[in-house]
Each structure stands twice: as structure tokens, then as C-alpha cells.
């Protein structure tokens, strides 16, 4: 697609549910990010993929919290059992590639607000 | 650990011209960067600087010294539309960005 897609934009749910949230990167970006944005706080890293792997999972929260991604597309994040601490806003991005030169651009999603009660 | 500092808020007029400093405590330093988020958007890419000086591109310009930990974004001629948060962030040693909190911009008439 022409650029990185984010769904639900907004989700609202119950402590205790589980919730996935889905990303859809740029046609052929080989890398995928995960990242949470609270209010006031920078960006948190969560996990980035290299094709389907996932070399660094050690910004995930808890164990609640798992990602997958197949085909090297579409990447779901799954929390399970939310709790209220959970809520903020889950941002998605891509890249060509997981780069080591260091220039290594992101084209972020316009992110899902996620908001348990 | 590591560190981004930038200011929570700045206020500036349309037309005139302001810089949004950000210092970085970080483990290695492959590069920083500036993405600039409107409310409810996605941050999208400004400025990338790895040497120290100065990189202008259109109205903004971003400044690095390595030495001192230090870089700037500076933006001229104001608009109304420049209202929003600018963010700073550096990749480390491990090629990991480290974020800063933002720095949200106000833009008065």
C-alpha cells in the first residue's frame, strides 16, 4: 500500500479482554516496529521484525503481550488479559530494511488508540 | 541509562522563528533524528544527523554536536500548520532508537 496502516484506529474494551491490533506496512518494507506512545512519555519500544522473525523481543512489556508476523506483510499485536495500564497508543512503522548504516528511515501509522476500562 | 531531554511545550508567533533543543545521554550513537507528529497522526521523518554541523532542508534546519550531546531543529517563517509535537530520537550503539518525550509546538497568530 502506499503507506503503513493501523485497525482499529480506536479500540475501547474491558479489563480483562484480549484485543489484536493489526499493521499493514509499505509493499515491500522488510522491517516492522512496534512501538507504544503514552501520554508525555517517548516512544517505547515493543518488538521489530526482519521478514516473519522477530530477533528482539525485550521491549515487550509482560508476557501478555506476543506479536507474529506472516507472508513478511501484515503484523498482528496481541494483548491478552488487558489491564488499564495497557492503555496508549499502539504505533506501527516500517522500513526497507532493518539497517545498519544507521540512516534507517521510519514511515510510521497513524497508530490505535487503545483505552481499557 | 540512557536519556532524551526536550522541552515539554514551546510557544512561538506565526512568522517569527524557534529552535527545539534536545540533549542525549546514550550508549553508542549511530545518528539522530527529528519526526515531526500533528495530533492524532503519525510522526513522519524531518531530519537525519550522524556528522556534527549544520543540515538545512526548506525551512528547517537540524544542528548536531556529538561532542556535547546536543542537537537542534530549527524552523523559520512560521506557519500555522508547524503546530505540532517534534520529536527527537537517537539510535545507539545496538541500532535501537531511544525516544524523547516530544516537544509540543504552539504556533500563536
Known amino acids: 500500500g502506499a503507506g503503513v496502516s493501523q485497525s482499529p484506529s480506536n479500540k475501547v474494551t474491558e479489563k480483562g479482554k484480549d484485543v489484536e491490533l493489526r499493521c499493514d506496512p509499505i509493499?515491500?518494507?522488510?522491517?516492522l516496529y512496534w512501538y507504544r506512545q503514552s501520554l508525555g512519555q517517548g516512544l517505547e519500544f515493543l518488538i521489530y521484525?526482519?521478514?516473519?522473525?522477530?530477533?528482539?523481543k525485550s521491549g515487550l512489556p509482560s508476557d501478555r503481550f506476543s506479536a507474529e508476523r506472516t507472508g513478511g506483510s501484515v503484523s498482528t499485536l496481541t494483548i491478552q488479559r488487558t489491564q488499564q495500564e495497557d492503555s496508549a497508543v499502539y504505533l506501527c512503522a516500517s522500513s526497507l530494511v532493518y539497517s545498519s548504516s544507521g540512516a534507517n528511515v521510519l514511515t510510521f501509522g497513524a497508530g490505535s488508540r487503545l483505552t481499557v476500562l | 541509562g540512557q536519556n532524551i531531554d526536550q522541552p515539554t511545550e514551546m510557544t512561538a508567533t506565526e512568522g517569527a522563528i524557534v529552535q527545539i533543543n534536545c540533549t542525549y545521554q546514550?550508549?553508542?550513537?549511530?545518528?539522530l533524528f527529528w519526526y515531526q507528529q500533528h495530533a492524532g497522526e503519525a510522526p513522519t521523518f524531518l531530519s537525519y544527523?550522524?556528522l556534527d554541523g549544520l543540515e538545512e532542508k526548506g525551512r528547517f534546519s537540524s544542528f548536531l554536536s556529538r561532542s556535547k550531546g546536543y542537537s537542534y531543529l530549527l524552523l523559520k517563517e512560521l506557519q500555522m500548520k508547524d503546530s505540532a509535537s517534534y520529536l527527537c530520537?537517537?539510535?545507539?550503539?545496538?541500532?535501537?532508537?531511544?525516544w524523547g518525550a516530544g516537544t509540543k509546538l504552539i504556533i500563536k497568530p
Open positions: 521484525f526482519q521478514g516473519n522473525s522477530a530477533p528482539d
Open positions: 544527523n550522524v
Open positions: 530520537a537517537v539510535m545507539d550503539s545496538n541500532y535501537q532508537l531511544i
Open positions: 509493499s515491500g518494507h522488510t522491517a
Open positions: 546514550t550508549s553508542g550513537f549511530n545518528g
